[in-house]
T-cell receptor, first 114, second 109 residues
Framework: DTGVSQDPRHKITKRGQNVTFRCDPISEHNRLYWYRQTLGQGPEFLTYFQNEAQLEKSRLLSDRFSAERPKGSFSTLEIQRTEQGDSAMYLC????????????FGPGTRLTVT | AQRVTQPEKLLSVFKGAPVELKCNYS??????LFWYVQYSRQRLQLLLR??SRESIKGFTADLNKGETSFHLKKPFAQEEDSAMYYCALSWGGSEKLVFGKGMKLTVNP
């Protein structure tokens, strides 16, 4: 296990297209988080899962965004009808429920919407 | 709303100089505070958190509830400390992190 992985690492898409990102957390971690980071900003929380349950969603997560974690392992984040404002780094993190909230981050997926 | 403020975007010092990276937060309850670091071409990683009260890589941070601050300090900076540093806050069991905008530390030889 080499830590949290994300795929793809880079994605260029045209406005209006749908994109899907994947996150594989550290295997025994039951919590999984999605964040978004734009240039010059810190990561902003989007949503998180405990096992397969999505427990919280940010108001940043418009109805064009959907996240799933169907078996409590990997997660996907889909953006429908992408807009230029969606261009950002999408970060995934995972943690153990009893781990004192130490979140381990993946390398991120950089999305560019043209 | 909960907020984390890192008032300085850039800090450049010479090797061996002391450094202090400032972090202020707004939250009326009992927060949990963290410092995350991102070295060049690496992923974001936890540096330290206030509940552990540890010194990591020579860095320390003390939670001051009166001043709502959690400044990161190191008495003698090293070149390998050059990185982006983010202060973050969580609260109330939600476990989500609210980050500051980050600060770039450059330690010159």
């Amino acid at each position: 296990d080499t830590g949290v992985s994300q795929d793809p690492r880079h994605k260029i898409t045209k406005r209006g297209q749908n994109v899907t990102f994947r996150c594989d957390p550290i295997s025994e971690h039951n919590r999984l988080y999605w964040y978004r980071q734009t240039l010059g900003q810190g990561p902003e929380f989007l949503t998180y899962f405990q096992n397969e349950a999505q427990l919280e969603k940010s108001r940043l997560l418009s109805d064009r965004f959907s996240a799933e974690r169907p078996k409590g392992s990997f997660s996907t984040l889909e953006i429908q009808r992408t807009e230029q404002g969606d261009s950002a780094m999408y970060l995934c993190a995972s943690s153990l429920l009893a781990g004192g909230n130490e979140q381990y981050f993946g390398p991120g997926t950089r999305l560019t919407v043209t | 709303a909960q907020r984390v403020t890192q008032p300085e975007k850039l800090l450049s010092v010479f090797k061996g100089a002391p450094v202090e990276l400032k972090c202020n937060y707004s939250y009326s309850g009992s927060p949990e505070l963290f410092w995350y670091v991102q070295y060049s071409r690496q992923r974001l990683q936890l540096l330290l958190r206030h509940i552990s009260r540890e010194s990591i890589k020579g860095f320390t941070a003390d939670l001051n509830k009166g001043e709502t601050s959690f400044h990161l300090k190191k008495p003698f900076a090293q070149e390998e400390d050059s990185a982006m540093y983010y202060c973050a806050l969580s609260w109330g069991g939600s476990e989500k992190l609210v980050f500051g905008k980050g600060m770039k530390l450059t330690v010159n030889p």
